[in-house]
């Protein structure tokens, strides 16, 4: 069976610091990839996707970038993090292979202090 | 474009009373159509999918939803609410071959005694 990994599950960290989460799926090959940030106020919102190693898509402009070396791995990194970063972070897969729905990891809490 | 609207950000049930909540959607083309519940601190589950067939689908916990397409609703609903339903609950769609989901605002449930 598949399961998404993402970790930490919480994060404290302060204004101008990098930051890099981690997001590893199994039991499945060229999975599509997605990161949504969960902020209050703000609903939950796509923020990257990927089709394929090396493939990033940004959905929406930010102080936050996306990587994928390897088909079933998933960072998202950012060089200075800014209070408005905090927030609920999920990392989700889908088959590509006539997949429909998407599957979601535990999340990570970000909170920049 | 594709946009969700889920009416009523927080809902309070008794419990064995029906739980209804809703959600229209827009879509320039045939959408699939998902509801997802999310505990506290927790990632998004999928409760049930509409793709193409049967409008109305059944999905986990008794929980089912009815596609209407004049409508352009979605609806989520269970006859009789269980303690455990007390989360918050998420319409999303998807219009593209990419699986980007849009979601709508959340609704949160508290279930009464």
């Known amino acids: 069976s598949q399961t998404i990994h993402q970790w930490p599950a919480t994060l404290v960290q302060p204004v101008g610091s990098p930051l890099s989460l981690e997001c590893t799926v199994e039991?499945?090959?060229?999975?599509?990839l997605y990161w949504y940030r969960q902020a209050a106020g703000r609903g939950l919102q796509l923020l990257f996707y990927?089709?394929?190693?090396?493939?990033i898509s940004s959905e929406v402009p930010q102080n936050l970038s996306a990587s994928r070396p390897q088909d079933r791995q998933f960072i998202l990194s950012s060089k200075k993090l800014l209070l408005s970063d905090s927030g609920f972070y999920l990392c989700?897969?889908?088959?590509?292979?006539?997949?429909?729905?998407?599957?979601f990891g535990q999340g990570t809490r970000l909170t920049v202090v | 474009a594709q946009s969700v609207t889920q009416l009523g950000s927080h809902v309070s049930v008794s419990e064995g009373a029906l739980v209804l909540l809703r959600c229209n959607y827009s879509?320039?083309?045939?959408?699939?159509l998902f509801w997802y519940v999310q505990y506290p601190n927790q990632g998004l589950q999928l409760l049930l999918k509409y793709t193409t067939g049967a409008t109305l689908v059944k999905g986990i916990n008794g929980f089912e939803a009815e596609f209407k397409k004049s409508e352009t609703s979605f609806h989520l609903t269970k006859p009789s609410a269980h303690m455990s339903d007390a989360a918050e609950y998420f319409c999303?769609?998807?219009?593209?071959?990419?699986?980007?989901?849009?979601f709508g605002a959340g609704t949160q449930v508290v279930v009464t005694p």
């Open positions: 039991g499945t090959s060229n999975p599509n």
């Open positions: 990927s089709v394929g190693i090396g493939q």
């Open positions: 989700a897969w889908r088959n590509r292979a006539g997949g429909t729905e998407a599957f």
């Open positions: 879509s320039s083309v045939p959408p699939y």
């Open positions: 999303a769609v998807n219009s593209d071959s990419w699986g980007k989901l849009q």
